[in-house]
């Protein structure tokens, strides 16, 4: 069976409201951006899950299990990772006094400083590098966007390291 144009409802632009289109096109381009980010290969930088495991844990203490629930992913993957980020001086893991089967984590002044001057990952670089060719206009309405898409993704908004 040949489909024919009539088949086909007449597309509405994504002003008019319409969530669908705007959803495929959502996804599309986090798609190419993600492509993107993927593609860039960081030596002797942080991994994107460990940058935004440091962004989750911010000035704060949390249990191995608060930042594998905060980030989306099992204990087991949050403790490979935490074991990797002590290893490299970027984060301190101590036994809860609470309870002594828990571990507690906290980024490192070092991760801190990292994170606050964008030192942490080539693809924040190519990222930063188009991001600059923005307008100010366009700069505030990804501000805007980036708020949105934290909480879509389940996230709370973050707060800056200081």
Do not use: C, W
């Given at each position: 069976?040949?489909?024919?144009?009539?088949?086909?409802?007449?597309?509405?632009?994504?002003?008019?409201?319409?969530?669908?289109?705007?959803a495929a096109?959502?996804?599309?381009?986090?798609?190419?951006?993600?492509?993107?980010?993927?593609?860039?290969?960081?030596?002797?930088?942080?991994?994107?899950?460990?940058?935004?495991?440091?962004?989750?844990?911010?000035?704060?203490?949390?249990?191995?299990?608060?930042?594998?629930?905060?980030?989306?992913?099992?204990?087991?993957?949050?403790?490979?990772?935490?074991?990797?980020?002590?290893?490299a001086g970027?984060?301190?893991?101590?036994?809860?006094?609470?309870?002594?089967?828990?571990?507690?984590?906290?980024?490192?002044?070092?991760?801190?400083?990292?994170?606050?001057?964008?030192?942490?990952?080539?693809?924040?670089?190519?990222?930063?590098?188009?991001?600059?060719?923005?307008?100010?206009?366009?700069?505030?309405?990804?501000?805007?966007?980036?708020?949105?898409?934290?909480?879509?993704?389940?996230?709370?908004?973050?707060?800056?390291?200081?």
């Open positions: 069976m040949a489909l024919s144009q009539n088949d086909f409802p007449a597309p509405v632009p994504v002003s008019a409201g319409n969530p669908r289109k705007l096109e959502l996804a599309v381009e986090l798609y190419r951006i993600s492509r993107r980010i993927r593609s860039t290969k960081s030596t002797g930088q942080l991994s994107m899950p460990e940058l935004s495991a440091l962004l989750s844990l911010g000035d704060r203490e949390m249990t191995v299990s608060e930042l594998a629930a905060a980030e989306g992913v099992r204990v087991p993957s949050i403790t490979r990772m935490a074991e990797t980020l002590v290893a970027l984060i301190t893991k101590k036994t809860d006094p609470d309870d002594q089967r828990r571990s507690v984590v906290a980024a490192t002044p070092l991760a801190r400083r990292l994170v606050d001057h964008g030192l942490s990952h080539r693809s924040v670089d190519d990222l930063v590098d188009l991001v600059a060719d923005l307008t100010p206009a366009e700069i505030a309405q990804l501000e805007g966007a980036a708020d949105t898409l934290r909480r879509m993704s389940g996230r709370e908004s973050r707060e800056p390291m200081t």
